[in-house]
């Protein structure tokens, strides 16, 4: 199977380099018209220009996706231009990397706004183009950071983790009008990472190894709901899982209870992937069913 993105249109924010622009390549490779957005005019005119000049269609717009009426603007340009959006590639960040000690609230708060708030802004801008239009792709960029943590990232990890929240939710309400929502996890070695590793290992894991997954997050076969991983060719996917869990009721030796049988709590045994928030709930209530049949 050909993934082709002929007549879709595609908005990349921050592609004027590394990830971004790798995935804006990418999607137009496969026929999409993609919108380069950046923070500055000048790479994201670079970027839509090396489109123009392999034969695909671009155009360049700059602006923070931080300032909702900026990217608000930019979805007006689009629309006048193209006259729908099909994809959007959630991708724009940046880094203030410090442990939480040393961390100033105010670069944990621009972190959050320009890769959470960014989304919120973009994806509700095109939102109900999609759902009238019936069809829409949209891609969250998480990262491990948040899946998992890694030490002096609290406001980028906080950040990350809260778009696959975003993710979760938007994924169910955008269903029924066949828009599908995922978020991507890529290692990939760009102006963000440089330095942190040794550069054999930065050769192995360049932007290009990341983008099929982005392209194939964007085509008409799209999952939805998923997490993949991706970096230095090799794919997976992560999974928020919920464990069967146990009844310990209500007594007021419960904490001391939870202590003692936190093992067997936390044991991952039959764990699910629950398709909605309310499947907690149901698992509480069938352990509390399962109990009193004991009794």
């Not at 006259?83 to 621009?110: H, P, S």
């Not at 994806?123 to 030490?151: C, H, P």
Request: with cysteine.
């Amino acid at each position: 199977m050909t993934i082709r993105l002929d007549d879709k249109v595609a908005i990349v924010t921050g592609s004027g380099g590394g990830l971004g622009r790798c995935h804006a390549l990418a999607l137009a490779a496969r026929g999409a018209r993609v919108v380069v957005n950046d923070l500055g005019e000048e790479p994201a005119e670079k970027v839509a220009e090396e489109i123009r000049a392999a034969g695909g269609e671009a155009i360049a717009h700059a602006c923070s996706v931080a300032d909702f009426a900026a990217v608000e603007t930019m979805v007006r340009h689009v629309m006048d231009q193209w006259g729908r959006v099909d994809i959007l590639v959630n991708n724009a960040g940046i880094l203030r990397d410090k442990t939480f000690v040393k961390m100033n609230l105010e670069d944990f708060r621009t972190v959050l706004d320009v890769h959470l708030m960014g989304a919120v802004n973009c994806t509700k801008a095109v939102w109900e183009i999609m759902r009238d239009q019936q069809y829409g792709r949209i891609v969250m960029t998480t990262s491990s950071s948040g899946l998992f943590g890694n030490f002096g990232q609290s406001n980028y990890g906080a950040a990350k983790l809260a778009m696959v929240g975003l993710m979760q939710t938007l994924s169910l309400e955008g269903e029924k009008y066949n828009i599908r929502v995922n978020s991507l996890a890529p290692t990939a070695a760009t102006q963000m990472t440089e330095g942190l590793m040794p550069p054999e290992v930065l050769e192995k894991l360049r932007p290009e190894t990341v983008s099929p997954g982005v392209v194939f997050l964007c085509s008409e076969d799209a999952p939805n709901r998923a997490i993949l991983a991706a970096g230095a060719g090799s794919f997976e996917c992560a999974h928020i899982t919920l464990t069967r869990g146990v009844y310990i009721g209500e007594g007021e030796d419960a904490a001391d209870e939870i202590a003692a049988r936190f093992s067997e709590i936390a044991d991952r045994t039959d764990s699910q992937v629950p398709r909605m928030g309310s499947a907690q709930g149901q698992q509480e209530m069938t352990n509390l069913i399962a109990s009193q049949k004991k009794s």
